[in-house]
Every structure is written in structure tokens, then in C-alpha cells.
């Protein structure tokens, strides 16, 4: 079923009201802009010192492969992975997906290989309850984790997880599963995409202002967009607030509308349905977490009572669909705030965020690190060595 996320976003009623107050306040998608710029890698980079760059990387990272498992913990210790899409070479998905989002099922393939060479895979809450009970798994451990629930991750994940017997644990988010829901990085991502210098006449002076802010000049929307601009938009995009985001995107979309049903790209059902979920509870090899109802990040303007809907609500749900227990917690987005963090902490057994790193006996059980793989950066056994030895510039 569709769900409109007019009726999935509760809070932005009351977000306008706020921001209605503070007019004298900066629009948060120019504040981010603004945080952000400083941070942007120079985009007038020249090819010759991007080739030197990469090559200088690639030799670091064959270094690292070798030296890194000598140097690494010998435990106990839990080695996290992040995956979101597995899509295979030439998926049409794949033209509206941020490179960061995807592996190949062949990539995945290899990436178990490899990695159960020097980890030994463990279900992620299995882990966290004997590091509870004060007798981890002795070594070095591995959990694999999928965020937000993709029907990619039953039709082609599942079956490298089953060939490799590899458990994993996948973060849904509840009220998604079974639906079109498109995340905003996607309905971002799509509208560029598609857009024309004669839909410009649409969209009011506020939102030309705001697309700039973004760094997305009219001037370079639609088929001269590259993959690097849009990855800028979003990453900018991602300091703003859910409510702004949405604005923005129901203007952008509106003013797209009057474009015929045969010049959009074919929006097909993305999330996993509950029938999925349930063949691959099933199997014992996937586990599920919950990622919020509506991947709300948790911030410091939300009440009390989304908080327990988005918290304690995704829980209830998920347990009574795949009726098993549900210990496990995602942060959308990685973002969290005190009150967030208690109502966790009295609902689950463990929560991953988004900082980068390995995780250990005695750490926040709560603030589980992870390291995020892609096939950009992991794409031979050596880039994924150097990867998940959690060298930042690799
Ligand atoms: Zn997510």
C-alpha cells in the first residue's frame, strides 16, 4: 500500500508552527549549507591530481591489507558491517541510487569470503547478550547488518547470505514495509534527475533559493546533473531538519506533476514486504531490528510521544508481524538526542549508530559502531581489508 507522506510525517504540522515563530531564524537547509561549505573537497580539483590521488590511495590500501590483520585486536572484539542495497550490475535502480547505497551480490559474495577468513560471523544481539553476561565470544566477531529494509535484501542478498551461511540482522522501518515509500534521498535524487530547464517557471523564488543553498543551480539539474552534485545536495541535505527536507521535495514534485506519466522513470515497489521478512525469519539466518515507524531522525524537537511511537511502536509491531523477539535498534541517520537514547535503552538490548569503528566488551552497547561498505570503496579484497581496518582516508 502507498502511504503519503503527508500522513507519515505527524510532526511537521507542529515543525511549521515552529519555524513560523522564528522568522527572524535562518532556513536550516541555508544553515547547512552554510556548516557544510567549509568542509566541501575543492571542486575544481584537475583530473592529473585526482589519478595521483587515487593511485597514492590504491598502494595504501594494498599496505593496509597486508599489515592491517596483524595489527588488528586479537579480541574479543565485534567487527560491524553496514550494507543498505544489493542491486546487480545494470539494475535499473541503480541509475537513481547513490553509489555509497550499493553492493553487487557478487561483491557481497566475496566480501563473506574474504572476511571469514579472519572473523568469525555471530548473530549481533547473540553477541551482545553473553557481552552482557561478562562471556563474550572469544576472537575476533562479525555481524552483518542491512539498514532500511530493501526488497533487495531478500531477492538478492538472502541467497549469498544463505550460499555463505552467513547470519545478518536487516533494520526495518515498520510502517514502509510492503509499500512505494520512497526515501528523500531517492525522491531527490529522481526529480534532478528528471527535471528541465522548462519546469524552472514552476517552482517559487523560496525554493530557487533553497536549491541553490543546496548547491543544485537550476542551471545543472536534469540529464548534466552528475552523481557527485546530487551526493553533495543530500549529504547537505542530511543537516537539515525532516520537516524542511519534505517541503522542499512536495514543491519540487508538485512542479514536476504536470509531467506526462511516460517521461517519469517506473517507480516499482523498493521495501521488503512482510511475507519477505517472514521466509527469512524463517531461515534463523536473519534476524530483524527496528529502524523507527517512518525513519524519523530522532532530534531534539520531537515530543514525547513520537518518541515512544517511533521507538516503542516499531518494536511492538515488528514483534507481533514476524513473532519473534526484537532486541536491536538503528538510529536513523545516526542521529539521536538524550531522551531518544533513555527510551532505547529501556526497550532493546542494543543500538548501532553511525560513528565509524570496531566495537568491544566494555563499550556503549547503545552506541554500537559500525563500519559502513560499499562498492566504491570495498571493491577488491584489499580495499575491503583496508576498509575495515577503520582507516578514515581509505
Ligand atoms: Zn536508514
Redesign the pocket.
Known amino acids: 500500500m502507498d502511504i503519503p507522506v503527508q500522513s507519515v510525517y505527524p510532526q511537521r504540522r507542529n515543525q511549521a508552527a515552529h519555524e513560523s515563530h522564528s522568522q527572524t531564524q535562518r532556513n536550516p537547509i541555508d544553515v547547512a549549507a552554510a556548516t557544510l561549505s567549509h568542509d566541501e573537497p575543492r571542486a575544481e580539483s584537475s583530473a592529473r591530481g585526482h589519478v595521483i590521488k587515487q593511485t597514492v590511495k590504491s598502494a595504501l590500501r594494498g599496505v593496509v591489507a597486508v599489515i592491517g590483520p596483524h595489527r588488528w585486536r586479537r579480541g574479543p572484539c565485534l567487527l560491524v558491517l553496514t550494507y543498505?542495497r544489493v542491486l546487480p550490475k545494470g539494475y535499473p535502480a541503480r541509475e537513481t541510487e547513490q553509489p555509497g547505497m550499493l553492493v553487487s551480490p557478487a561483491l557481497l559474495a566475496m566480501h563473506f569470503e574474504v572476511l571469514k577468513r579472519h572473523f568469525t560471523p555471530v548473530h549481533l544481539d547473540d553477541w551482545l547478550r553473553a557481552a552482557k553476561a561478562g562471556d563474550p565470544p572469544p576472537g575476533r566477531s562479525l555481524a552483518i547488518t542491512f539498514?532500511?529494509g530493501w526488497r533487495d535484501n531478500y531477492d538478492h542478498a538472502f541467497p549469498v547470505l544463505q550460499a555463505a551461511g552467513m547470519p545478518a540482522t536487516i533494520?526495518l522501518?515498520t510502517d514502509m514495509v510492503g509499500s512505494h515509500y520512497q526515501?528523500w534521498p531517492n525522491r531527490l535524487f529522481q526529480a534532478l534527475k528528471v527535471w528541465e530547464p522548462r519546469y524552472d517557471e514552476r517552482l517559487d523564488d523560496e525554493t530557487r533559493r533553497q536549491l541553490a543553498a543546496l548547491g543544485v543551480p537550476l542551471t545543472c539539474v536534469g540529464t548534466d546533473l552528475t552523481c557527485e552534485q546530487i551526493d553533495t545536495a543530500i549529504a547537505r541535505c542530511k543537516a537539515t531538519d525532516d520537516a524542511s527536507m519534505h517541503g522542499l521535495l512536495d514543491r519540487l514534485e508538485a512542479a514536476l506533476s504536470p509531467v506526462g506519466a511516460s517521461d517519469r522513470p517506473e517507480l516499482d515497489r523498493d521495501l521488503v514486504s512482510w511475507a519477505e521478512v517472514r521466509t527469512m525469519a524463517a531461515s534463523g539466518l536473519v534476524r530483524f531490528g527496528s529502524?523507527t515507524r517512518r525513519?524519523t531522525r530522532l532530534l531534539d524537537s520531537l515530543s514525547p510521544q513520537v518518541l515512544d511511537d517511533e521507538i516503542k511502536g516499531s518494536r511492538r509491531l515488528l514483534e507481533a508481524k514476524i513473532n519473534q523477539p526484537v532486541e536491536l535498534f538503528?538510529y536513523?541517520?545516526g542521529d539521536t538526542s538524550d531522551p531518544a537514547y533513555r527510551r532505547v535503552k529501556a526497550a532493546y538490548q542494543g543500538a548501532t549508530c553511525t560513528r565509524r569503528g570496531w566495537h568491544a566488551p566494555r563499550m556503549d552497547p547503545y552506541m554500537i559502531r559500525r563500519i559502513g561498505v560499499h562498492e566504491d570503496v570495498t571493491g577488491t579484497p584489499s580495499a575491503l581489508l583496508a576498509r575495515v581496518s577503520g582507516w578514515r582516508a581509505l
Open positions: 543498505h539498514d532500511d533494520f522501518v526515501f529502524h525513519h538503528c536513523p541517520n
